[in-house]
Structure formats: structure tokens, C-alpha cells
């Protein structure tokens, strides 16, 4: 990860907690807590602009973005706290079989640094 990148996540985190605010103290849907939701899917969306893509960000980044959704509805009355916590299983459940595909690669910081010792 680059240090432009990690310098992405402060402003980034900001500027949507002041748009939540904005929201809300505006009246637009106030029956949302628009900071939490906002911040929720900027988490999401910081996951991959931080770690890129591998098997962590495939799996933290898309949770975080249904989360946010699945927030919005509960939130509006679509669905229920019932509904939502089962549904979040199933979206976790399924990103672990996605993260298993061998073409997404493991995080770099799982990777062995150090010299690759012989089998003498």
C-alpha cells in the first residue's frame, strides 16, 4: 500500500462523517443515523483503496458495504433487526467461499519476509 493511499483514509473518513451530519441535521431521511451508515461504507471502500485486493479486503470490504445497505433498511422499515443479522451471516458465509478462489491472492502482510529457509 502506498503512502498517497494511506493518506486517503483520513480525509476520506471526514468528509463522509460530514455529510452524515449534514444529512441529518438537514432532515433528509432522519429516521437514518446517516454517520454510522456512511461510515460503514466508507470503511468498505477504504478496505480496498488501503489493502487492495485479496482474500481479507474481499471479505471486510463487501461486509461493510451490505452492512450499510442492510442499516438503510432496517433503518426505514424495509427489514428487521430479525432479518438483518441472518442475512449478514449468510453475506459472510458466502465472501469466506468467494476469498477461497485461488485467483484472489493472499495479503501481502501474510506473506514470509524474511529468506526462504532450505530442506537440508
Known amino acids: 500500500m502506498s503512502d498517497s493511499n494511506k493518506s486517503l483514509a483520513i480525509p476520506i473518513l471526514i468528509i463522509t462523517v460530514?455529510?452524515?451530519?449534514l444529512l441529518t441535521v438537514q432532515g433528509i431521511a432522519p429516521q437514518i443515523n446517516w454517520i454510522w451508515t456512511l461510515g460503514m461504507a466508507?470503511?468498505?471502500?477504504l478496505c480496498f483503496v488501503l489493502l487492495g485486493f485479496d482474500k481479507v479486503s474481499v471479505v471486510v470490504g463487501p461486509l461493510f458495504l451490505?452492512?450499510?445497505?442492510?442499516?438503510?433498511l432496517r433503518q426505514?422499515?424495509?427489514?428487521t433487526i430479525d432479518s438483518e443479522?441472518?442475512?449478514?451471516?449468510?453475506?459472510?458465509?458466502?465472501?469466506?467461499l468467494?476469498?477461497?478462489m485461488p485467483k484472489i491472492p493472499p495479503p501481502k502482510w501474510l506473506s514470509p519476509v524474511g529468506p526462504k529457509l532450505s530442506d537440508d
Do not use: D, K
Not at 76 to 79: A, E, P, Q, V
Open 18 to 21: 460530514g455529510v452524515g451530519w
Open 42 to 45: 466508507s470503511i468498505g471502500v
Open 66 to 72: 451490505v452492512s450499510s445497505i442492510l442499516s438503510v
Open 76 to 79: 426505514t422499515g424495509f427489514i
Open 85 to 96: 443479522v441472518p442475512i449478514l451471516v449468510i453475506i459472510i458465509g458466502v465472501l469466506l
Open 98 to 100: 468467494v476469498a477461497r
